[in-house]
């Protein structure tokens, strides 16, 4: 099994849906990390947390919502999805040794 | 100022030539910092991490530190075709109100031409 997996891998949504991208790990680490890459920006950060109390804001939470439901799982919401939210998404997890990513969900909105 | 910025090339060696990659960040809470290589479509990959100032080596790959001018590289030695994909600089922020913010550059395609 997959240190960090996340499911779907694909997704296509309408706008204005309410979807959840959901990732759990089984690394044993208190952090984790939400991502979205567009082409030529790199890996922007959404939110991250260091357990299921501490939670913190990324450079573009906004329109975007998150859940640790426990040391292993961390789920990222899109109340309201709209097109330019079309993107792919990785949820992150490690320490200072370094961090390992999943596989990835590729989300459009349509 | 973006808080960890790359050249987003594209670079392109020949190869067996030396690859070097470079990497500056804002914020001096940083203290810990990582190169990841991402294929297309597929999620990064760590590659090296570095801590203090000075070189780091692992195989074909030397990650360099200069906390004062606040500057990171990559050196790939020997490049292969293989090698090319893009390669994501990070920064971990160790104090203050960004504590443990884990911030990526944009990235820089690295093409290795046989």
């Known amino acids: 099994d997959a240190d960090v997996t996340q499911t779907p891998r694909n997704r296509i949504t309408k706008t204005g849906k309410r979807i959840m991208l959901e990732c759990s790990q089984t690394k044993g680490h208190d952090r984790m990390y939400w991502y979205r890459q567009d082409p030529g920006l790199g890996l922007r950060l959404i939110y991250y947390s260091f357990d299921v109390k501490d939670i913190n804001k990324g450079e573009i939470s906004d329109g975007y919502s998150v859940s640790r439901q426990a040391q292993a799982k961390f789920s990222l919401s899109l109340e309201s999805a709209i097109p330019n939210q079309t993107a792919l998404y990785f949820c992150a997890t490690g320490d200072q040794g370094g961090y390992t990513f999943g596989s990835g969900t590729r989300l459009t909105v349509v | ?114």
């Open chain 2, 1 to 114: 100022q973006k808080e960890v910025e790359q050249n987003s090339g594209p670079l392109s060696v020949p190869e067996g030539a030396i690859a070097s990659l470079n990497c500056t960040y804002s914020d001096r809470v940083s203290q810990s910092f990582f190169w990841y290589r991402q294929y297309s479509g597929k999620s990064p990959e760590l590659i090296m991490s570095i801590y203090s100032n000075g070189d780091k080596e692992d195989g074909r790959f030397t990650a360099q530190l200069n906390k004062a001018s606040q500057y990171v590289s990559l050196l790939i030695r020997d490049s292969q075709p293989s090698d090319s994909a893009t390669y994501l600089c990070a920064a971990l922020a160790a104090g203050g109100t960004s504590y443990g913010k884990l911030t990526f550059g944009q990235g820089t395609i690295l093409t290795v031409h046989p």
